[in-house]
């Protein structure tokens, strides 16, 4: 089977990534569009996509990968569909858009739904609306219908059978997609979507998860001693379980990307790596040219200064809340501890420490809450790319830090649903074994633990003792 192929889908929150894989994990070819900008002033509190932009931004990035395919197309034998989690779709009763896809960051994912307008026959999560688009079919995967967000049981992995869940969530059984486990075929390319995106017609399209849980698999979290960091948009820590725990106060309870098996996700950090897009790009024009003489993109320049400035950064220290929680809009983010010895390239790495305390942190305390142990981490998302970033988690955690030779994880984890659910590998555990690749590992320098461990009292201090100042500034800067 060595020269069959398969396409995955990661849909982001910040562009669509098609990458075309080996059935040994192996990448051939790839295609990337960036989405447009969100609509935030359509009404208080709605973040939404515009137009069709999932949609026509997977078009785009699909032809850009098929162009550089080199093999047959006959030979690519599925299409692993994973988007955005947490986004919602109103569709009308053929399956088209009634309103534009809600964004996570939008009030509407997270309330009962509102019959404001007439046209809305269905509601469903994003990749319900790409299975859509893609087959015709009014199917969905279960793990991508969360139950914070819609009327499903966690437990049986299917739409509540209480009636008052849906009463609750104020819209009929006959409003929902047909839910299938991951691994499933949830249809074939029709002609229609064969034509838009160049992907061959009826190839079938195979169930995955919600993109972290895809990307949990995919970064080759199949064991309970392992915990994910996932470096994104959204930085969360994972580990997996057997187990629908509810009661979780440092954690929540997720559907996996294996069937009836559970992840465990911390409190995360929001707009966490785009802080590192921000810091770059509010240093402007000088940091991009000095990228430039030295042959380097602008983070991988800023990550060279910063490599060997001391575990703590001279006790300059970040607090990551760029984006407040609406019960906590007082919340701002915080740099202190300047002095004259602090520089670019010291914020720059400060930020990096701050994400890496700020998340064991969370991690610690679901592991706590948990009773476990993890003996390793692994680091996924592009600032796995950064030595750095990698450094500081191995040291601050105390653990073994592997990076992955695939570290955009979500397209690999779809690719091990296909070869799964299409029966090129007998089940997820072998499947992981033969795609997923380690390319590094970094060994804690345990003195820089000792550092950090002592750091981190103080970091954790911080919050509560600026939480006055923040609510009195609030009042005067909302």
Not at 22 to 31: F, L, Q, R, V
Not at 39 to 44: A, D, F, Q, T, V
Not at 396 to 423: M, R, W
Not at 441 to 465: H, Q, T, W
Request: glycine letters at 8%; hydrophobic letters at 35%.
């Amino acid at each position: 089977m060595s020269n069959k192929y398969i396409l995955g889908i990661d849909g982001g929150s910040q562009s669509t990534k098609i990458v075309i894989f080996d059935t040994e994990g192996n990448i051939i070819c790839e295609g990337k569009e960036n989405l447009k900008p969100m609509i935030y002033n359509r009404k208080p509190g709605y973040v939404e996509h515009p137009d069709d932009d999932l949609y026509d931004s997977l078009k785009i990035a699909s032809k850009k990968a098929l162009v550089n395919f080199k093999g047959d197309l006959k030979d690519i034998i599925g299409v692993g569909l994973c988007t955005i989690r947490c986004c919602k779709a109103f569709l009308k009763a053929d399956g088209s858009l009634a309103e534009p896809i809600m964004s996570w960051m939008d009030v509407r994912a997270y309330t009962p739904y509102e019959a404001e307008n007439k046209e809305v026959k269905y509601i469903t999560a994003s990749t319900g609306y790409m299975t859509h688009r893609f087959t015709g079919e009014f199917k969905d995967t279960i793990s991508n219908s969360i139950p914070f967000q819609f009327p499903t049981d966690i437990k049986t992995w299917d739409w509540d059978s209480n009636d008052e869940a849906f009463k609750k969530f104020n819209a009929p059984r006959d409003m929902f997609f047909d839910l299938q486990m991951p691994g499933t075929i949830l249809g074939y390319i029709t002609k229609k979507a064969s034509e838009e995106t160049g992907i061959p017609e009826g190839i079938p399209v195979i169930a995955t998860a919600n993109d972290k849980a895809v990307e949990a698999l995919g970064a080759g979290l199949i064991d309970h001693d392992t915990c994910l960091i996932s470096l994104g948009t959204y930085i969360a820590s994972m580990v997996l379980g057997s187990e629908n725990t509810d009661d979780g106060k440092s954690y929540f309870t997720n559907f996996a990307d294996i069937p009836n098996q559970y992840l465990y996700e911390s409190s995360g950090i929001r707009r966490g790596m785009w802080t590192i897009s921000w810091f770059r790009d509010l240093l402007g024009e000088e940091v991009i040219n000095r990228a430039k003489e030295n042959n380097m993109f602008p983070d991988q320049y800023l990550d060279n200064l910063a490599k060997d400035i001391p575990a703590g950064t001279y006790g300059l220290m970040v607090i990551l809340d760029w984006l407040s929680l609406t019960s906590e809009p007082y919340k701002r983010g915080v740099m202190i501890g300047f002095n004259e010895k602090h520089h670019a390239e010291h914020i720059f790495r400060a930020i990096i420490e701050g994400i890496t305390l700020t998340m064991k942190n969370h991690a610690v305390n679901m592991f706590n809450e948990l009773g476990i142990k993890p003996k390793r981490l692994i680091i996924s998302g592009g600032g796995s790319n950064s030595p750095v970033f990698m450094k500081c988690m191995a040291d601050a955690f105390g653990l073994p830090t592997y990076k992955n030779v695939v570290n955009g994880a979500a397209s690999l984890g779809t690719a091990i649903n296909v070869a799964v659910g299409l029966g090129i590998y007998s089940d997820y555990k072998e499947a992981v074994e033969k795609m997923v690749k380690i390319k590094e590992v970094v060994y804690p320098d345990m003195k820089n633990n000792d550092v950090y461990n002592r750091m981190n009292e103080v970091y954790k201090s911080i919050p509560s003792s600026i939480e006055n100042v923040l609510k009195r500034s609030h009042k005067i800067f909302k």
